[in-house]
């Protein structure tokens, strides 16, 4: 749980980062794009169990 909150503190910061630098955010703008990056990770740890 706790490396759960750590990566979720890093990516805000990061997120807050990039946004003051005016870069492009490393991750999909929109909640469909996140949700297939959450789909190609479970895909991932399914294919790990068989």
């Given at each position: ?46 294919a790990?169990?068989?």
């Open positions: 749980m706790m490396t759960i909150l750590l990566a979720t503190v890093a990516g805000m910061i990061l997120g807050a980062l990039f946004k003051k630098m005016n870069l492009p955010l490393p991750a999909p703008p929109t909640l469909p794009g996140v949700v297939g990056v959450l789909g190609v990770l479970l895909g991932s740890m399914i790990k169990m068989f």
